[in-house]
Each structure stands twice: as structure tokens, then as C-alpha cells.
């Protein structure tokens, strides 16, 4: 069965740093990554992707510079490296699986969702 499981979330100062892993499991199929999150109160928002040959990358503006996303397909897993960490980055991260290899950054294009990691930045 297809399943895609987020670690990595914790608690970390405002200038820290958290790197993010995701594994994908039961996917017969080349695929494309990307990371979302959703803050309290708010819509969950695109942050950044990756295709399946990890030669394309998409990053969201609130991120750009901060985050580097990368993957390792031969582990079956995507990462999230986010540096100088500021409160607003405050949410639970998602990473999502699409039937593609082409990356995107709608939340409507990806096919399989993990349960969330809590990413927790303080002032």
C-alpha cells in the first residue's frame, strides 16, 4: 500500500536550523515531492518541490534562500533543509507524492499525503 511518512519536526530556536525527512513506500511509479504546510487557522500552503530526477526544484517566496529541498530516490526519500528558521515558519510540514515526474506546486496535483510533521520556531 502506498504510504508517505514525514520525521523531523521539533522544536527550534528563531536563526535555527531543522532538516526534514520524507519516505515513500508502495509507489511502483517515478514520482515527483513537495513539501507543504499549514500554520493554525490557515490553508495549507505550497513550500517547495522537487521532480522525480531531482533536477527541477520550486520554492515559495516566504521560503526562497532558506530551504533547499533534495531527495534520494535510491532511500525513497525526499528532505527538507531549512535554515535560519523564523517564527511565521511555524506550522506542520507535509510531503506529498504525484503520479508525475514533473514537479509542481498545487496541493490539487499530489496523489498521496504523509500525517504531518510539527515544525515549532521560537522567538
Known amino acids: 500500500q502506498a504510504q508517505v511518512v514525514e520525521s523531523g519536526g521539533g522544536l527550534v530556536q528563531a536563526g535555527g536550523s531543522l532538516r526534514l525527512s520524507c519516505t515513500a513506500s508502495?509507489?511502483?511509479?517515478?514520482?515527483?515531492m513537495g513539501w507543504f504546510r499549514q500554520a493554525p487557522g490557515k490553508e495549507r500552503d505550497f513550500v517547495a518541490s522537487i521532480s522525480w530526477r531531482g533536477d527541477t526544484t520550486y520554492y515559495s517566496d516566504s521560503v526562497k534562500g532558506r530551504f533547499t529541498i533534495s531527495r534520494d530516490n535510491a532511500k525513497n526519500t525526499v528532505y527538507l533543509q531549512m535554515s535560519s528558521l523564523k517564527p511565521e515558519d511555524t506550522a506542520v510540514y507535509y510531503c506529498?507524492?504525484?503520479?508525475?515526474?514533473?514537479?509542481?506546486?498545487?496541493?490539487?496535483?499530489?496523489?498521496?499525503w504523509g500525517q504531518g510533521t510539527q515544525v515549532t520556531v521560537s522567538s
Open positions: 506529498a507524492a504525484r503520479a508525475n515526474v514533473v514537479a509542481i506546486i498545487t496541493r490539487g496535483g499530489y496523489d498521496y
Open positions: 508502495g509507489l511502483t511509479f517515478a514520482y515527483a
